[in-house]
Nanobody
Framework: QVQLVESGGGLVQPGRSLRLSCVAS????????MGWYRQAPGKQRELVAA???????NYADSVKGRFTISRDSTKRTVYLQMNSLKPEGTAVYYC????????????WGQGTQVTVSA
């Protein structure tokens, strides 16, 4: 069974940065698309960014130019660098083993809270 463990969330002021990490275990990390989703209170979970094994990426329009997804196969880890954070970025961020750059899979992490507030 795949296990995904996210970390790096916290409270940050608008305009500042955070980097999230997700470590995957017991899976063939190198052959899967990995992604980050987020869910704000009262809203549906939405795709933030995804990355293929070859490095092709897909970003939500709302984060393009500010967020960067990357992966390190040697560490079975996917990262989400978030710059210029906005209050609307407040959400629980989840890691996912995806079926494609746009379709989520069934394996989710427990989530990490990101709060953007002055």
């Amino acid at each position: 069974q795949v296990q995904l463990v996210e970390s790096g969330g916290g409270l940050v002021q608008p305009g500042r940065s955070l980097r999230l990490s997700c470590v995957a275990s017991r899976m063939m990390f190198s052959i899967n698309v990995m992604g980050w989703y987020r869910q704000a209170p009262g809203k549906q979970r939405e795709l933030v960014a995804a990355i293929s094994t070859g490095g092709t990426t897909n970003y939500a329009d709302s984060v393009k130019g500010r967020f960067t997804i990357s992966r390190d196969s040697t560490k079975r880890t996917v990262y989400l660098q978030m710059n210029s954070l906005k209050p609307e970025g407040t959400a629980v961020y989840y890691c996912n083993v995806m079926q494609s750059l746009k379709v989520p899979g069934r394996s989710w992490g427990q989530g990490t809270q990101v709060t953007v507030s002055a």
